[in-house]
């Protein structure tokens, strides 16, 4: 009997580490994006990657992607009125991608927030723009559901606001400025290869080289054959002067 009522005390004063861990999420939240959480559980779903056994962020990516996009071209619309789709297009790539995604995620302290199993943890994944792009993404879903449209419009143009505003020109992608560069000095258009990868299948690392004919060639590595691939013909335009 003693034993039992022993254990009942016991209990009685162990803290409850879930519900404690949602607590520290929901006031990292509130700071973070500005607003208390409604719904701290999709919150903490944000933030869990899939090599953990819990419900993942998975689908509230695949919703904040589409609100991140939404957002986002509703706001160059009104931003630029003059320019054209291919303009407006260009301007949108560049500040969607998941490389930018990953920086607002560090800027506003996603890292210690991350629920990653051991060997996810062990490989980078705390760090990955892969992850941590997608975590970005799934926090503006859950920000969505908690609070609507037009809050989840508002905290996009807080969080990319200095990205936007350090467009004083439409970017141009360093493949097409390559491959334009190589037209108007009568080389060969830029070709591009896989010279390693390596690291898990969460955290990928991609070496690129881009090379034009004999005349020069670069290397860069990114987390996606594509971010290699610009990281590259960005590096050899750099070496060429372009």
């Given amino acids: 009997m003693a034993a039992a009522v022993d254990m009942v005390q016991r209990r009685a004063v162990e803290p409850d580490w879930g519900r404690l861990l949602n607590d520290a999420i929901a006031r990292w939240v509130a700071d973070a994006l500005g607003r208390a959480p409604i719904r701290p559980d999709d919150y903490a779903r944000a933030l869990t990657h899939g090599s953990t056994a819990h419900a993942t962020y998975e689908r509230l990516e695949f919703l904040g992607d589409r609100v991140l996009g939404l957002a986002m071209a509703e706001w160059l619309y009104e931003r630029f009125p003059a320019e054209s789709e291919g303009a407006l297009s260009k301007r949108f790539n560049a500040l969607v991608t998941g490389a930018v995604c990953a920086d607002v995620a560090r800027a506003i302290g996603v890292v210690p927030h991350l629920r990653l199993g051991k060997q996810a943890r062990d490989d980078g994944a705390g760090d990955s723009d892969n992850v941590l792009g997608d975590v970005m993404e799934a926090l503006i879903g859950a920000f969505y559901l908690d609070h609507g449209h037009d809050a989840a419009r508002d905290l996009v143009r807080r969080l990319w606001g200095t990205r936007i505003d350090a467009q004083v020109r439409v970017p141009r992608h360093p493949k097409s400025a390559l491959q334009e560069w190589a037209a108007a000095n009568n080389r060969r258009p830029p070709e591009y290869s896989i010279v390693d990868k390596s690291g898990p299948g969460h955290a990928p690392r991609f ?36």
């Fill in 207 to 242: 070496t690129v080289r881009a090379t034009i004919g004999r005349l020069a060639s670069a290397e860069a590595t990114g987390t996606s054959k594509q971010e290699a691939e610009t990281a590259a013909a960005l590096a050899l335009l750099a070496q060429l002067g372009g």
